[in-house]
């Protein structure tokens, strides 16, 4: 350890500052998504999607083939899937019986993908047929971090075995089943005649590209997002049912501006600047990828004064920079007002919030993910009274100084959590 800067393997360099996290994180194709993402086990047919994709000029032929899939006819598919899963949502917890945010949002979030990227839900939030992936994703997001701690032990073994049947057998199994699942979703949604995010893709192809290659963009879709969208939901609501004056404060936003019907995927929602700042404060305190993405030089580099040869693996970890005290004052405080940008400044908070990334490798769909929180969350607050029934978990939760706690998480490349847990009554006038 020296100062800011981390040696956390013979041939790795973690920084925690912002100006690292500038450099790194940028637009500059020198850098590019280290090794250790080639041997993963998401690889569908050993074709990689953008995610495992490490070549930057293959890499921007896969951000073509992703662009149909955030344009605006996209958007308004997704915006009508959110708004039909948000219904089935409320309509899920308004009997009062408290509500697991971890399960519950995930089951939501994958409903909410399935509908929007194949033209037919999973159907998770009401039938128990499917919800078997979300433990499934969890697994998967484990073997990624075994891969990315040694990636060259899996990419030895992997020129004489396949790896995934011997090292992993549940989830090779769970793989095949979850392809065969994306599948049947499709047929459904072409029989149904519902517009999908794979068919716009999929008219929109460009030159050179196989299908295959988009069926495995597509699937990645539905890897990253639910375990994004049901941890920054169940944080939001962990922290604001902690605090009465912030809880209080966004009842007044979302009442006032919905004054007589509930809250839609509109300008008026877009305009909700304190929900969002909460979303976002959310998603600094509990990132819903804590850990580090690594990244490589095809040249020597040199970061915050020290210098890294060419093909050293470095990156930051996010969720050391959302606690950094040099960037964010009073790191462990639940404070949604740091992110809202004051007209004429120049300098917040938020360039240090990084949960999507930045750069040429930044999570391409978060529009997308800030539909699918925000509008679920602005309905709870809308329609109900929160009354958090349980709120740890047997996961180790910290408690700062003050009292107020910490949202508990473990880190297995996306995050594992439990709770909190939430019972929803009708709302009081």
């Known amino acids: 350890m020296l100062g800011s800067v981390y040696r956390s393997g013979p041939n790795r360099v973690v920084f925690q500052t912002l100006t690292a996290t500038h450099v790194i994180y940028s637009?500059?194709?020198?850098?590019?998504?280290?090794?250790?993402?080639?041997?993963?086990?998401?690889?569908?047919a050993k074709i990689p999607s953008l995610f495992n994709c490490v070549d930057n000029a293959h890499a921007a032929l896969k951000k073509k083939t992703l662009r149909p899939a955030i344009a605006q006819p996209a958007l308004l598919l997704h915006n009508s899937s959110v708004e039909d899963n948000v219904e089935l949502l409320v309509n899920l917890?308004?009997?009062?019986?408290?509500?697991?945010?971890?399960?519950?949002?995930?089951?939501?979030?994958?409903?909410?993908?399935?509908?929007?990227?194949?033209?037919?839900?999973?159907?998770?939030?009401?039938?128990?047929?499917?919800?078997?992936?979300a433990e499934s994703l969890e697994r998967g997001n484990r073997f990624m971090y075994l891969h990315l701690a040694w990636p060259s032990l899996f990419q030895i073994l992997g020129l004489f075995v396949d790896v995934e049947p011997l090292a992993y057998p549940q989830y090779h199994?769970?793989?095949?089943?979850?392809?065969?699942?994306?599948?049947?979703?499709?047929?459904r949604g072409i029989l149904r005649e519902q517009g999908s995010i794979f068919n716009l893709m999929k008219n929109d192809l460009p030159k050179g590209v196989s299908d295959e290659e988009l069926e495995s963009d597509a699937y990645s879709f539905m890897r990253g997002g639910g375990d994004m969208v049901a941890v920054t939901i169940a944080a939001t609501l962990f922290y604001i049912t902690q605090n009465r004056d912030i809880l209080e404060k966004l009842k007044h936003e979302i009442r006032t501006k919905f004054d007589r019907s509930p809250p839609r995927l509109d300008q008026t929602l877009e305009s909700c600047r304190y929900l969002r700042a909460c979303v976002d404060e959310a998603l600094r305190m509990a990132p819903p990828g804590p850990g580090?993405?690594?990244?490589?030089?095809?040249?020597?580099?040199?970061?915050?004064?020290?210098?890294?040869?060419?093909?050293?693996?470095?990156?930051?970890?996010?969720?050391?920079?959302?606690?950094?005290?040099?960037?964010?004052?009073?790191?462990?405080?639940?404070?949604?007002?740091?992110?809202?940008?004051?007209?004429?400044?120049?300098?917040?908070?938020?360039?240090?919030?990084?949960?999507?990334?930045?750069?040429?490798?930044?999570?391409?769909?978060?529009?997308?993910?800030?539909?699918?929180?925000?509008?679920?969350?602005?309905?709870?607050?809308?329609?109900?009274?929160?009354?958090?029934?349980?709120?740890?978990?047997?996961?180790?939760?910290?408690?700062?100084?003050?009292?107020?706690?910490?949202?508990?998480?473990?880190d297995v490349f996306g995050s594992r959590i439990e709770g909190p847990v939430i019972s929803f009554r009708p709302r009081v006038e």
């Open 173 to 187: 199994q769970e793989s095949k089943m979850f392809l065969d699942l994306c599948k049947k979703s499709r047929e």
């Open 93 to 133: 917890v308004k009997d009062g019986q408290p509500q697991d945010l971890s399960k519950t949002g995930f089951y939501y979030a994958l409903d909410v993908i399935s509908q929007s990227v194949f033209g037919d839900s999973f159907k998770c939030m009401y039938e128990a047929t499917n919800r078997w992936m």
């Open 27 to 44: 637009n500059d194709r020198t850098i590019r998504k280290s090794d250790g993402y080639t041997s993963h086990p998401w690889t569908r």
């Open 292 to 410: 580090v993405f690594w990244r490589q030089s095809s040249s020597d580099l040199v970061i915050d004064g020290v210098h890294l040869p060419a093909g050293t693996e470095f990156g930051v970890s996010i969720y050391t920079v959302h606690y950094n005290g040099d960037i964010f004052h009073d790191p462990k405080a639940y404070s949604p007002e740091r992110m809202i940008v004051k007209e004429g400044e120049t300098w917040t908070d938020r360039a240090g919030l990084i949960p999507f990334l930045r750069g040429f490798r930044a999570c391409p769909a978060q529009k997308l993910a800030y539909a699918t929180i925000l509008l679920p969350i602005a309905r709870f607050i809308w329609e109900f009274e929160l009354q958090i029934v349980q709120p740890g978990s047997v996961l180790e939760e910290e408690t700062t100084t003050d009292g107020t706690r910490l949202f508990p998480q473990v």
